[in-house]
């Protein structure tokens, strides 16, 4: 008998391909979380695809005997038990790499889009732009390159390594801090073949905050806020700050304080403290560049966390 693959909340048509071919029988719906266990138990699902959307606790993990396996579409597994679901005999797998070039070029995207002020000329232009041209020139003639500034990365794994690579291609100066990771060989490939590498070694998280022009941080769930008052009080003036890490890794409202006081000249935000529902005063902000939680969501990182996943449940499942 096939065993059953529960696709909750969407996987890409290369994925489910290969499942198929895998010989598994998959359901390619979004059950509710409170339906959830009902589902998993009348249908026999062996394995639960899911992203952040979808929780895997300990009522699920405990009424669903037929689970065997829980996939993360993506890295973080703050929506799953996954200590308790391992001590239960149930297979955890995510994707940590394969989305990595996807979120740090939101970085830049964010990044290059703050320097310019693109994301604040893009709302006055169609308002504007046929009867203040001259003056919206002028407003929004003082960008800033990038190239030769310093970026403080916290948070160095496969994500901060490629912000990394981008940033030394355009000539920044890359500053990092983990509590991991001492020292990084960062290789920079091109489309030549040639490589060229660089050895990075950790800096003081206070040394960092002090000398860098531009911070973004790409860290793991944390129980309080990584930057909130005494970080930023630390930093230079009209520093620039991007999460695209967790929501709640910047605190909001510290971070508002400063954007409105100039210490803080823009931010770059693709996660934040209440989502589904963000802060309204965040929203608003007109020195704030938005995205809602797409990080990781491009068309070559879905199709590489579709492959990658129905590979590791083909071996863990079909041996």
């Given at each position: 008998?096939?065993?059953?693959?529960?696709?909750?909340?969407?996987?890409?048509?290369?994925?489910?391909?290969?499942?198929?071919?895998?010989?598994?029988?998959?359901?390619?719906?979004?059950?509710?979380?409170?339906?959830?266990?009902?589902?998993?138990?009348?249908?026999?699902?062996?394995?639960?695809?899911?992203?952040?959307?979808?929780?895997?606790?300990?009522?699920?993990?405990?009424?669903?005997?037929?689970?065997?396996?829980?996939?993360?579409?993506?890295?973080?597994?703050?929506?799953?038990?996954?200590?308790?679901?391992?001590?239960?005999?149930?297979?955890?797998?995510?994707?940590?790499?394969?989305?990595?070039?996807?979120?740090?070029?939101?970085?830049?995207?964010?990044?290059?889009s703050m320097a310019r002020q693109l994301f604040h000329s893009n709302r006055t232009m169609p308002l504007e732009g046929d009867t203040n041209f001259k003056k919206l020139k002028k407003t929004y003639s003082h960008g800033i390159e990038l190239?030769?500034?310093?970026?403080?990365?916290?948070?160095?794994?496969?994500?901060?390594?490629?912000?990394?690579?981008?940033?030394?291609?355009?000539?920044?100066?890359?500053?990092?801090?983990?509590?991991?990771?001492?020292?990084?060989?960062?290789?920079?490939?091109?489309?030549?073949?040639?490589?060229?590498?660089?050895?990075?070694?950790?800096?003081?998280?206070?040394?960092?905050l002090k000398k860098i022009d531009i911070l973004t941080i790409h860290v793991p769930n944390q129980k309080k806020p990584l930057i909130s008052k005494d970080e930023i009080e630390q930093m230079k003036e009209e520093i620039i700050i991007i999460?695209?890490?967790?929501?709640?890794?910047?605190?909001?409202?510290?971070?508002?304080?400063?954007?409105?006081?100039?210490?803080?000249?823009?931010?770059?935000?693709?996660?934040?403290?209440?989502?589904?529902?963000?802060?309204?005063?965040?929203?608003?902000?007109?020195?704030?560049?938005?995205?809602?939680?797409?990080?990781?969501?491009?068309?070559?990182?879905?199709?590489?966390?579709?492959?990658?996943?129905?590979?590791?449940?083909?071996?863990?499942?079909?041996?």
């Amino acid at each position: 008998m096939k065993r059953k693959i529960l696709i909750n909340d969407g996987l890409s048509e290369s994925g489910k391909k290969l499942l198929k071919n895998y010989d598994f029988e998959i359901f390619d719906q979004h059950i509710q979380q409170d339906k959830l266990i009902d589902f998993i138990n009348t249908n026999s699902i062996s394995a639960i695809i899911v992203r952040s959307a979808t929780k895997v606790r300990k009522d699920i993990i405990d009424s669903c005997a037929s689970l065997k396996l829980i996939a993360r579409g993506g890295v973080g597994m703050d929506n799953i038990d996954v200590d308790y679901a391992k001590k239960n005999e149930i297979h955890v797998i995510n994707t940590p790499q394969a989305s990595s070039l996807s979120v740090a070029e939101l970085v830049f995207a964010h990044l290059f889009s703050m320097a310019r002020q693109l994301f604040h000329s893009n709302r006055t232009m169609p308002l504007e732009g046929d009867t203040n041209f001259k003056k919206l020139k002028k407003t929004y003639s003082h960008g800033i390159e990038l190239r030769g500034k310093k970026i403080g990365i916290i948070g160095f794994g496969r994500i901060g390594q490629e912000v990394a690579k981008i940033a030394l291609g355009i000539g920044m100066k890359v500053l990092f801090y983990d509590p991991h990771i001492e020292d990084k060989n960062i290789c920079i490939e091109f489309y030549n073949g040639k490589e060229i590498c660089f050895k990075l070694t950790k800096s003081k998280l206070s040394d960092l905050l002090k000398k860098i022009d531009i911070l973004t941080i790409h860290v793991p769930n944390q129980k309080k806020p990584l930057i909130s008052k005494d970080e930023i009080e630390q930093m230079k003036e009209e520093i620039i700050i991007i999460n695209t890490s967790r929501g709640g890794i910047v605190n909001e409202r510290e971070l508002l304080k400063a954007l409105n006081n100039k210490k803080v000249k823009f931010a770059g935000i693709d996660v934040f403290e209440n989502e589904p529902k963000p802060s309204m005063s965040i929203l608003m902000h007109d020195q704030i560049s938005l995205s809602p939680h797409i990080g990781a969501s491009t068309e070559e990182a879905q199709e590489r966390i579709g492959i990658e996943l129905a590979n590791q449940i083909n071996i863990i499942l079909n041996g």
